[in-house]
Nanobody, 116 residues
Framework: QRQLVESGGGSVQPGGSLTLSCSPS????????MAWYRQGPDKPRELVAR???????DYDESVKGRFTISRDRSQNMWYLEMNNLKPEDTAVYFC??????????WGRGTQVTVSS
């Protein structure tokens, strides 16, 4: 069964940076949308950033100008570069993919903690 695996989480101080990576367990040919979600303590899961196969990206207002979503087509991977991290960015980050006609894949999440 195909799955997504996140990596790159960790603990940083405010103002720091991290880059998350998402890697499918097997090659996905019909990758339509790649995304990152997060879920903070006692909060619902929210969309952080997404990238279409055509290269159109959009972001939650809270991360615009600080986070960048990108992909490596040759590796079938995508990334979330996070700069100027704030304590309110603390959450479990999940990668997500929309594949084929109605398929959707999720990773298990990686913890990001921003604290001094």
């Amino acid at each position: 069964q195909r799955q997504l695996v996140e990596s790159g989480g960790g603990s940083v101080q405010p103002g720091g940076s991290l880059t998350l990576s998402c890697s499918p367990s097997e090659w996905i040919a019909s990758l339509n949308v790649m995304a990152w979600y997060r879920q903070g303590p006692d909060k619902p899961r929210e969309l952080v950033a997404r990238l279409t196969a055509g290269g159109v990206a959009d972001y939650d207002e809270s991360v615009k100008g600080r986070f960048t979503i990108s992909r490596d087509r040759s590796q079938n991977m995508w990334y979330l570069e996070m700069n100027n991290l704030k304590p309110e960015d603390t959450a479990v980050y999940f990668c997500n993919a929309l594949v084929g006609i109605r398929g959707q894949l999720w990773g298990r999440g990686t913890q990001v903690t921003v604290s001094s």
